[in-house]
């Protein structure tokens, strides 16, 4: 009686040495560090490096090691406050064009990082990590509606041969026909188009002139389209960037706030997050000449004057043929060896293209990369921030067959077909969003954070300990090898998670530690009451075990429940608690019923007792 057979005490053996050795990474502990990456992304040189070295080591602050990572420079220091006199010494001396960020690297020997193990990542209230908070551009969202409604009245029109000039006149759309008999007609096509569009007629020297504007129920809805719009795009691109627990909410009525803890590269978090990036595709203006266009600053009539990445002129037709927004799915990938982003076109935007390739075989085509930021300009001695536009032609090449709905960008670097391939897979954004606020969390802070959750843990574990020790005796000394077993295993379950810590993760571990012990106290009573019933001492721990399991499986299937429920319905810090939750009853379950048992039948099963020490 009370024996385990050997495959389970094997099985036993190898789960616990394979959690300690995941767990292991977690008593290295990390040093505080810097981050140093270009600002437009890339790859810093080795002369950028020399100079990064030269800075860190004048400053004598003790750096520990420098090294390249991912195109990124890292240095280590012994301590916190030589790493903040680095990060100033370098902002200082690099200037612009670099990000310095406050970051933590672990200390993880090598021969445990070569078999892939780490700590436990750390959310941003432990590990520091960055705060943005993004304005949405609100007027641009209107002017784009507007921008919208003037190619569509166009287009209509242009299809039923009404003559007209459609232009944008501040918040108004101003439609001015040739024929004023064609008045009542447009007037209809518009009305068809959008019934909720305000609508008016204005006399004119020749002609008439129609005047479009939204409704104020409209600017409203289309406010509100934007801001929840860019709320999804923005989850949508931290998720691509395989943040974990991140925090995307909307704040105010034209604010976004977005928390990352423990990003590894700020640098391209912000150039993902903040780019409005999008493409157009356009035919080239053939039989003009660019560098004339370029001297005399005037594009030829249908034509706008745009530069290539080299900074060469080049001259594209106004008319677009489609926009980003008719993108459905882009990826990276590769053509004849050269990085390039695959891309796919919902169908109207396959019909366009297919039209166009169709009626413009071996002609020229352009890709244009659109990407919208706000500078920080000098003004009077005032510092402030202005929105900036960029259009660079990343693409020109020759339509060689008819295509639709899917083909390929080439003429990117790895990094560029990246990003590009993030940001359209992500979804453009419905106007432009602008950082207004950015702080980095530096690790002092969570470092303390850290401490304190460290200490309420072991002065936890402690308490905990101390009592089944003294009540159950040897009994609670194998209890208190199972917490303490159940604690290696759970910090190596959140090792091998893409979760984060929290705050409230280490409430979750507290908890779990002072739940682990009730299972064991339903063990030992059970085992009592077993005694005191006059059983042998072997029938009573058969029993206890036996009868107590179904009571402890019971209980922690509801805990489990609950924390279920908790993890789909909770955001960021509560996802947080419920993973730890849900995760500690799990190795609860497995510490205390099988670890216990398998300890008690090793040192009591098969013996001939006289009394237990429960």
Not at 492 to 517: C, H, K, N, Q, R
Request: glycine share 8%.
């Amino acid at each position: 009686m009370n024996h385990y057979p050997p495959w389970k005490n094997i099985l036993i053996a190898v789960i616990m040495a394979a959690g300690v050795l995941v767990a292991l990474p977690n008593i290295f502990g990390e040093d505080p560090a810097l981050q140093i990456t270009l600002e437009k992304g890339g790859k810093i040189d080795e002369g950028s490096a020399e100079e990064i070295q030269r800075t860190v080591q004048s400053a004598g602050v003790g750096q520990s090691r420098l090294y390249f990572e991912k195109g990124r420079v890292v240095a280590t220091f012994p301590t916190v406050d030589g790493q903040l006199r680095a990060g100033d010494k370098l902002r200082e001396v690099l200037g612009k064009g670099y990000i310095v960020a406050l970051a933590l690297e672990p200390r993880t020997p090598r021969w445990l990082a070569a078999l892939g193990l780490k700590p436990v990542r750390l959310g941003l209230d432990l590990r520091g990590g960055v705060h943005f908070l993004f304005q949405v551009d609100m007027e641009a969202a209107l002017n784009q509606r507007l921008d919208r409604y003037a190619s569509d009245f166009s287009r209509i029109l242009r299809d039923n041969r009404i003559r007209r000039n459609v232009r944008l006149d501040g918040k108004e759309v101003r439609i001015e026909l040739a024929d004023a008999a064609d008045a009542d007609q447009a007037m209809k096509l518009i009305k068809e188009s959008d019934p909720n569009i305000e609508l008016r007629r204005e006399s004119a020297a020749e002609g008439v002139v129609l005047v479009a504007r939204m409704t104020e129920q409209q600017v409203r809805e289309r406010q509100n389209f934007a801001i929840e719009q860019n709320t999804v795009t923005l989850r949508n691109r931290v998720n691509e960037l395989g943040v974990s627990e991140p925090v995307v909410q909307r704040q105010g009525v034209d604010r976004i706030l977005v928390q990352l803890p423990g990003v590894q590269d700020p640098a391209q978090a912000e150039r993902v997050l903040g780019a409005t990036a999008t493409l157009e595709f356009r035919l080239v203006c053939e039989g003009e000449n660019p560098l004339d266009a370029q001297q005399k600053g005037r594009a030829p009539v249908g034509c706008e004057l745009y530069k290539d990445r080299g900074g060469a002129p080049v001259l594209l037709r106004r008319r677009t043929i489609i926009t980003g927004d008719q993108l459905i799915d882009a990826a990276q990938t590769f053509d004849q060896g050269m990085p390039a982003v695959s891309v796919r076109l919902d169908a109207k935007g396959g019909r366009e293209m297919l039209e166009t390739t169709k009626a413009n075989l071996n002609k020229p085509m352009a890709v244009v990369f659109v990407e919208q930021k706000r500078e920080r300009v000098e003004r009077d001695g005032q510092v402030t921030e202005v929105p900036r536009e960029t259009r660079e032609v990343i693409s020109v090449a020759t339509i060689r067959g008819v295509f639709s709905s899917q083909f390929q960008i080439t003429g990117l670097d790895v990094v560029e077909a990246r990003d590009l391939a993030l940001l359209l897979r992500a979804g453009s954004l419905a106007a432009p969003i602008y950082k207004v606020e950015e702080r980095t969390i530096g690790p002092s802070l969570g470092q303390d954070n850290i401490d304190k959750g460290i200490m309420a843990t072991v002065v936890g574990l402690l308490l905990v300990v101390s009592f089944m020790a003294i009540y159950y005796k040897g009994f609670g000394l194998v209890a208190d090898i199972g917490l303490i077993s159940n604690l290696v295993l759970l910090l190596a379950l959140l090792s091998l998670l893409p979760t984060a810590l929290s705050l409230p993760g280490i409430a979750g571990i507290v908890l779990t530690m002072g739940m682990a012990v009730d299972a064991n106290v339903l063990i030992y009573e059970r085992v009592r009451e077993e005694l005191r019933n006059g059983n042998s001492p072997q029938a009573s721990i058969h029993a206890g075990f036996e009868k107590a399991f179904g009571t402890i499986v019971d209980a922690n299937i509801t805990t489990l429940i609950a924390g279920l429920v908790l993890f789909a319905f909770g955001t960021g810090p509560i996802k947080g608690f419920a993973v730890v939750l849900c995760l500690g009853i799990l190795t609860t379950m497995f510490t205390a019923v099988m670890l216990s048992r398998s300890i008690i039948n090793a040192i009591f099963g098969g013996r001939r007792l006289e009394r237990l020490p429960v």
